[in-house]
């Protein structure tokens, strides 16, 4: 939570309410789309066919940015096999 209130996350909404994240909001099995001082930032809990962070890990690659924050994203060929099966 303090990371989110450090980068000024709030709720993505197609009204102009802001309305920070609480932890039941993270603790749930929906996606999270808040907005940030950075930009966009989705946090996925589930993925296609139940599947979480564990199960997706190893589908993963690690990117570093040009703010040498590093991120984890799904490769393209795992969303092409979920779309498939």
Not at 26 to 42: A, E, I, S, Y
């Amino acid at each position: 939570m303090k990371f989110l209130k450090s980068i000024d996350a709030y709720q993505r909404r197609p009204d102009d309410k802001v309305i920070e994240p609480d932890e039941k909001d993270l603790k749930g099995k929906g996606h999270v789309l808040l907005t940030t001082r950075f930009g966009p930032l989705d946090v996925l809990a589930v993925i296609e066919e139940g599947r979480g962070f564990e199960e997706l890990f190893t589908d993963t690659v690690e990117t570093v940015c040009k703010s040498l924050m590093r991120k984890r994203l799904v490769q393209v060929e795992e969303k092409i096999a979920q779309f498939r099966s």
